[in-house]
């Protein structure tokens, strides 16, 4: 090949190169990974039970967003979660048989390890996930499912439970009183003073959270969860002049 002609082909393949680089950096360059990790978060956060954002908030689980397959615009998701959490939602899976196989049917799985992985594309655009990698059959639709999974039955079995209780934070009540004193049927602040400390007597702020949270979930609240703090939150409103007594 004549000397010339070598050059001009090396000189086309680095300016194909440069600009297939270039193009891939401009697809997922840093800025593009970290917002994709904040949506990411924050999508789980919106959709997953509060014992999730509880363990985000204690700096046990922690995501990062790297670049992947280079010529798809993919990004590679990790997720690391707490070892006691899996072990404690594996321990409660195990402890109900028909459950486990009824969601295996369903094609659910709790995780088992403590580092998830998911690989999916985003549009070169917007840089959205790709519709078919939300899909419980794709790796992060699967990664979704199952800390969903893990955190719902955590969720459900430390509402009631004693081992998480956490002594409450003068944050905690001034959170509850400013939510408790928006009802319209609120004429005093002792009323709510009288409310949450009777909640105080026997739950965590979290588990309060836990409960009020089950008891928007029509499926948690048919099986039973959350009935005894339904009990309870009836009586004290109705005990500390929130509503008319019964």
Same mark, same amino acid.
């Given at each position: 090949?004549?000397?010339?002609?070598?050059?001009?082909?090396?000189?086309?393949?680095?300016?194909?190169?440069?600009? %297939?680089?270039?193009?891939?950096?401009?697809?997922?360059?840093?800025?593009?990974?970290?917002?994709?990790?904040?949506?990411?978060?924050?999508?789980?956060?919106?959709?997953?039970?509060?014992? %999730?954002?509880?363990?985000?908030?204690?700096?046990?689980?922690?995501? +990062?967003?790297?670049?992947?397959?280079?010529?798809?615009?993919?990004?590679?998701? /990790?997720?690391?979660?707490?070892?006691?959490?899996?072990?404690?939602?594996?321990?409660?899976?195990?402890?109900?048989?028909?459950?486990?196989?009824?969601?295996?049917?369903?094609?659910?799985?709790?995780?088992? /390890?403590?580092?998830?992985?998911?690989?999916?594309?985003?549009?070169?655009?917007?840089?959205?996930?790709?519709? +078919?990698?939300?899909?419980?059959?794709?790796?992060?639709?699967?990664?979704?499912?199952?800390?969903?999974?893990?955190?719902?039955?955590?969720?459900?079995?430390?509402?009631?439970? +004693?081992?998480?209780?956490?002594?409450?934070?003068?944050?905690?009540?001034?959170?509850?009183?400013?939510?408790?004193? /928006?009802?319209?049927?609120?004429?005093?602040?002792?009323?709510?003073?009288?409310?949450?400390?009777?909640?105080?007597?026997?739950?965590?702020?979290?588990?309060?959270?836990?409960?009020?949270?089950?008891?928007?979930?029509?499926?948690?609240?048919?099986?039973?969860?959350?009935?005894? %703090?339904?009990?309870?939150?009836?009586?004290?409103?109705?005990?500390?002049?929130?509503?008319?007594?019964?």
């Amino acid at each position: 090949m004549p000397k010339n002609t070598a050059r001009f082909a090396h000189c086309i393949a680095a300016i194909g190169l440069l600009l %297939f680089s270039q193009s891939v950096l401009a697809c997922l360059d840093a800025q593009a990974l970290n917002g994709l990790a904040d949506k990411e978060m924050q999508y789980m956060l919106q959709r997953i039970p509060p014992a %999730f954002a509880d363990a985000v908030n204690d700096q046990l689980i922690q995501g +990062q967003m790297t670049a992947g397959s280079a010529d798809a615009c993919q990004a590679h998701w /990790q997720l690391r979660l707490p070892v006691a959490d899996i072990a404690e939602a594996q321990a409660l899976l195990q402890a109900d048989p028909a459950k486990q196989i009824m969601l295996a049917a369903q094609g659910y799985q709790m995780p088992e /390890q403590a580092v998830l992985e998911a690989d999916f594309a985003v549009g070169t655009g917007s840089l959205r996930v790709k519709h +078919q990698d939300t899909l419980q059959t794709a790796a992060l639709g699967k990664l979704r499912a199952s800390v969903e999974l893990m955190y719902a039955m955590l969720t459900q079995a430390r509402a009631n439970g +004693q081992s998480r209780a956490q002594p409450w934070t003068g944050a905690d009540k001034q959170a509850l009183a400013a939510d408790c004193q /928006q009802s319209p049927s609120v004429k005093q602040p002792a009323a709510c003073e009288c409310y949450i400390d009777g909640l105080a007597e026997k739950y965590s702020a979290r588990q309060v959270r836990y409960n009020r949270y089950l008891s928007t979930n029509p499926y948690a609240f048919a099986t039973g969860n959350g009935a005894e %703090f339904k009990q309870l939150d009836n009586k004290l409103q109705a005990d500390c002049g929130l509503t008319a007594s019964r």
